[in-house]
T-cell receptor, first 117, second 116 residues
């Protein structure tokens, strides 16, 4: 089975631009989560989607948004990029569904390295 | 609210000696706990998970962790370190926004160095 794939792997953007990152989950997985990893803040949860619905959102500004398609693929968008948005963005998929008592493992992709200059 | 604290930011061991990576958690209910490993320039790989079954959990590559509720700890151990174990290790608790456990809360990570 193919793992989680993320495209592109590397991206360089300028302040003020916007960017879209893509994530294809493991076949059969319906839950996709996004995380931001930086040296200073570590790994932080961005949002989670299940069956095209955002179920959970982390503490990030509205410039960060996402969506999930009917085939479970997900995209996240960051508008009006700031230097501080430079990070490794990780996508994870799981069988789901999320909910009390659920403990589905999340499988991570290799990440997209975003550099904002 | 859930949180995890990894007590060491960096651990250095010699090859063939035991590994101990320490993690304390805070949770208002019975948590699901995980250990993930991240090798340089790679994604995160699940080592093991605890979900209120056996308190001693065995994972991949010879790692195991013991859930101790009285100490709110979930330390990761391995009897004998290998050079390939050098990586960053994350202790993780599942979040619970409105009962959902779809988001993970990560510790700050422990970098494990293995000396020959």
């Amino acid at each position: 089975k193919a793992g989680v794939t993320q495209t592109p792997r590397y991206l360089i953007k300028t302040r003020g631009q916007q960017v879209t990152l893509s994530c294809s989950p493991i076949s059969g997985h319906r839950s996709v989560s996004w995380y931001q990893q930086t040296p200073g803040q570590g790994l932080q949860f961005l949002f989670e989607y299940f069956s095209e619905t955002q179920r959970n959102k982390g503490n990030f500004p509205g410039r960060f948004s996402g969506r999930q398609f009917s085939n479970s693929r997900s995209e996240m968008n960051v508008s009006t990029l700031e230097l501080g948005d430079s990070a490794l963005y990780l996508c994870a998929s799981s069988l789901g569904p999320p909910g009390a008592g659920s403990s589905y493992e999340q499988y991570f992709g290799p990440g997209t390295r975003l550099t904002v200059t | 609210a859930q949180s995890v604290t990894q007590l060491d930011s960096h651990v250095s061991v010699s090859e063939g000696t035991p590994v101990l990576l320490r993690c304390n958690y805070s949770s208002s209910y019975s948590p699901s706990l995980f250990w993930y490993v991240q090798h340089p320039n790679k994604g995160l790989q699940l080592l093991l998970k605890y979900t209120s079954a056996a308190t001693l959990v065995k994972g991949i590559n010879g790692f195991e962790a013991e859930f101790k509720k009285s100490e709110t700890s979930f330390h990761l151990t391995k009897p004998s370190a290998h050079m390939s174990d050098a990586a960053e290790y994350f202790c993780v608790v599942s979040g619970a926004n409105g009962g959902s456990q779809g988001n993970l809360i990560f510790g700050k990570g422990t970098k494990l160095s293995v000396k020959p």
